[in-house]
């Protein structure tokens, strides 16, 4: 259980490491910040918690993923319609 639990906690590490390449403020403060994060929770033993802040640590992966979505069809959307207004 513990080596699922390992890989979980991974691969949560890795995508959101993948997805800071495009970080407003730079990859390197997207990566500092993110490693912060994972070693305040370093010292967690129990399965249930490390559940719960691996439901948690999902979601945030969810919202930063809408996010990027969203920005990238703003950045369509203005570049192929332009206001025609006049």
């Given at each position: 259980m513990a080596n699922?639990?390992?890989g979980e906690v991974l691969a949560l590490y890795k995508n959101p490491l993948y997805l800071g390449r495009n970080y407003p403020k730079g990859a390197e403060y997207f990566k500092r910040h993110l490693k912060n994060?994972?070693?305040k929770?370093?010292?967690v033993?129990?399965?249930e918690k490390i559940k719960e802040l691996i439901a948690q640590g999902e979601c945030?992966?969810?919202k930063l993923e809408a996010l990027?979505?969203?920005r990238k069809y703003r950045a369509m959307k203005q570049h192929f319609y332009t206001d025609t207004k006049n």
């Open positions: 699922s639990l390992r994060i994972f070693l929770i370093n010292d033993k129990d399965p945030v992966m969810k990027y979505f969203l």
